[in-house]
């Protein structure tokens, strides 16, 4: 017999439920926290009011971003991702995925770490499903690591200005 579907307790009861979990972090997490929030809650608000481009444009990364000798060790980049996952999980009931993404995306380039937005879809017996994780180097550092074999990743999309310049080469 399956077992029953939990009820849902309420938008109230979810949040001080996060937020005893919040209380119970060690206190190193705090400020990462207090960093990734404010992040997370911008984005999320972003994508219910703008259009999906507006959002990764608005969230793109700075052409310069951190200086490589302003980079920050590997150990609290994934401590910063780690805060994002939990975060995003505990806060953001459905479907956290996008807003982890950018926002960890946006987050890292701060830090001195460009990755990559990468989005997939996948069919099964469900319907269709969507996913969206960061890769950093070609690995998958935030959305599950088995994301690009359980989703087929959509190729990158080009910018505007790279897409006239490999035409105008073509043109030549």
Known sequence: MPTPKAPDRGPLARTLSAAGRARRLP????????????????VRIALWALPYRTVVRLFEPS??????????????????LRTVAWAGRTLL??????????AGRWLLARKGYPSTLRLGVR?????????????????????????????SPFRPARRRD???????AEER
């Open 27 to 42: 206190r190193a997490s705090w400020g990462a926290l207090a960093r990734v929030l404010p992040m997370l809650l911008v």
């Open 93 to 102: 009931a459905d479907r956290p995925c996008l807003t982890q993404a950018i």
């Open 123 to 151: 069919r099964d017996e469900d319907g269709i499903g969507a996913h969206a994780w960061l890769e950093v180097d070609g690995r998958i550092v935030l959305g599950g690591g088995d994301s690009s074999v359980v989703y």
């Open 162 to 168: 790279e897409v006239q310049d490999a035409l105008a």
């Open 63 to 80: 052409a310069g971003g951190a200086a490589s000798a302003d980079k920050v060790p590997p150990q609290q980049a994934s401590a910063l």
